[in-house]
């Protein structure tokens, strides 16, 4: 074919343009975690030959749980990105499945304030939040994190099981309410079996949104009781006042990295159709 | 199947409002609890909010407390720092958010029109998207930062050049992180739009002459108006609250604040409630009239978005 060999010509240089636009930085952050002190301001992108060390890596761990800097911070992370994770995907299985099964008014308000919420910006509850939060104790607390991470990652995750579930072949539900099946009992024998990709992939998004949150995580803690690694990061300090921290932060940023590229590797596909299920109704 | 559809219908006539009474309050019920999930911590707070910002509070003072009326929203709306922040948040947002549709088109072409290594693209254009903002930044950050950077050690750049040190080239880094992060969710929900375009339609294009770029602005660009739109709604809304990549980088310094770190440093640095819950609810008023703006001038057909992250 005469269109081959330059098609192919072109689409080689988009797609090397694309992984090193979208790999750059990724591999400049990990090289700049395996530099030594010395060699971390030489300005070269990858550490010289045979200048390279694990070191950064080792004294984020140091000191045990009790001293390192960043184990708390790192089980705080998982800890409470897991449990969001799992409260806000049975609570928007249930909403999502009412939705796209059930006929009841209210369906369309329902979607409306979630959009809303997904666009309302998080910076203005803040303020009522620290100060709710101090007074009934919740500041600083794995629940103070939780409950902000699930109002605003519902909506995605409704938005997303939704989109999924509109697909599940309708009639099966139907044919075991025949059967004599109550809407629960058909809601968990034979849609939940059939949801379970879907609500994987929205529990995967869903994990990225708390894994990635900032802000809520700066203002609503205080200490390593429940402070996760993106604020951690931001309050690293040296080993002594006098080496900057660089090498240790750039170390902490590339282990939270790991579960995204991970979660990237295995489920790339389900991520896109997660990502695109129900953006725009052809 | 006439037999099952007999079946249904002497099932409905038995008790047709029982049913669909049943059907409605299991449909509340299970709808409730995200509900009152997503009120919770939306709803109540910007109506505290509000009743805070009409207050004196600051937590440094706890005995000076006091009704103000609007006096802090006057003290917010004259003070030239709020008009600083806001024309930065409004040139990242802008900016960003332009750069981002350009590029965020291209990459979803690239996509689309796969030959080979569909997957290895896909695979690693999620990566910043997954990514935490924060190690973004710093990988920005350290990027251009003199002391460890690598960028100052490029052909064409001054060795010493300070690149936080000065304003616009500050908020020219925050932008450049900001749409690289960023970029690739655009790029999916262009992608989800471009892949409903009938094929068909440029074939027939091509039998009548038209070339390539007449294809791309005659029937790419109309037929995709509304996915574009909603990608420029929730992306804009996202970058006028851009928080994360400021506050790694300067921390506002350099007249580089956003609107959202104005908001914080009055709550959490200076304690002071009252003024910073008048900038909380004019954040919120702007993004209302930022949502509203494109419902209502560019016809956004809201029932076609759907929520990113």
């Not at chain 1, 620290?130 to 909506?155: A, E, Q, V």
């Not at chain 1, 099946?181 to 708390?210: K, N, Y």
């Not at chain 1, 040296?238 to 932060?249: D, K, L, M, R, V």
């Amino acid at each position: 074919m005469r269109r081959g060999t330059r098609e192919y010509g072109a689409w080689s240089i988009g797609l090397l343009l694309v992984l090193v636009f979208a790999l750059l930085p990724v591999v400049w952050i990990i090289s700049l975690s395996l530099k030594t002190p010395t060699t971390v301001g030489d300005g070269r992108f990858l550490p010289a030959g045979g200048q390279w060390t694990l070191d950064n890596y080792k004294v984020l761990f140091e000191g045990g749980f009790d001293n390192s800097p960043f184990i708390h911070p790192l089980i705080n992370s998982i800890a409470i990105a897991l449990i969001a994770t799992a409260i806000a995907i049975v609570l928007a299985a249930f909403a999502a499945y009412a939705i796209a099964r059930l006929n009841f008014p209210g369906k369309g308000l329902i979607l409306g304030g979630a959009l809303a919420i997904a666009m309302f910006p998080a910076i203005s509850t803040i303020g009522p939040l620290f100060d709710m939060w101090r007074s009934i104790g919740l500041y600083d607390t794995y629940l103070g994190l939780i409950i902000p991470y699930l109002t605003f990652s519902l909506p995605l995750a409704i938005y997303t099981l939704v989109a999924f579930y509109r697909e599940i072949p309708w009639d099966l539900e139907q044919a075991a309410q025949v059967d004599g099946a109550t809407p629960f009992q058909a809601f968990r024998r034979v849609i939940l079996p059939l949801a379970a990709p879907g609500t994987f992939t929205a529990a995967i998004l869903v994990f990225i949104f708390c894994w990635n949150d900032f802000l809520f995580a700066i203002t609503l803690t205080s200490s390593n009781n429940a402070r996760t690694v993106p604020a951690a990061l931001a309050f690293f300090t040296g080993e002594s006042q006098f080496t900057a921290p660089t090498g240790n932060i750039a170390a902490a940023a590339v282990i939270v990295t790991i579960p995204i590229i991970i979660f990237v590797l295995f489920f790339q596909r389900r991520i896109v159709a997660g990502l695109t299920a129900g953006a725009v109704k052809g | 199947m006439s037999a099952l559809a007999g079946r249904l219908r002497l099932g409905r006539r038995g008790g047709v409002s029982d049913r669909s009474r049943e059907e409605r309050r299991l449909g509340w019920m299970l709808c409730a609890p995200a509900v009152i999930a997503m009120l919770l911590v939306t709803a109540y707070p910007i109506g505290y909010a509000i009743v805070l910002s009409v207050q004196h509070i600051d937590l440094r003072f706890p005995n000076e407390g006091g009704w103000v009326g609007l006096t802090n929203y006057q003290t917010v709306l004259t003070s030239s720092l709020w008009w600083t922040d806001v024309l930065n948040t409004v040139i990242i947002t802008v900016v960003s958010v332009s750069i981002e549709l350009a590029l965020g088109m291209a990459l979803a072409l690239v996509m689309h029109r796969a030959i080979f290594g569909r997957g290895l693209v896909r695979t690693s254009v999620l990566v910043p998207y997954g990514i935490v903002t924060v190690v973004a930044a710093f990988a920005w950050f350290f990027a251009f930062d003199p002391g460890t950077g690598f960028v100052n050690h490029l052909p064409l750049i001054a060795d010493d050049k300070a690149w936080f040190g000065d304003r616009w080239s500050a908020i020219g880094v925050i932008i450049a992180a900001e749409v690289w992060k960023t970029t690739p969710f655009m790029a999916l929900l262009l992608l989800a739009g471009l892949t409903t375009i009938d094929g068909g339609l440029y074939e027939a294009a091509k039998v009548d002459g038209a070339n390539a770029v007449q294809r791309f602005f005659r029937i790419t660009l109309p037929l995709m108006k509304p996915a574009i739109l909603v990608a420029l709604l929730f992306r804009t809304l996202d970058a006028f609250r851009v928080f994360d990549t400021i506050f790694i980088m300067t921390r506002g310094a350099q007249n580089t604040e956003s609107v959202s770190i104005l908001g914080y440093n009055q709550i959490i640095s200076r304690t002071n409630l009252g003024l910073g819950s008048a900038v909380s609810v004019l954040i919120f008023i702007a993004v209302l009239l930022i949502a509203f703006a494109f419902v209502r001038l560019l016809g956004v057909r809201m029932a076609e978005g759907r929520p990113g992250a």
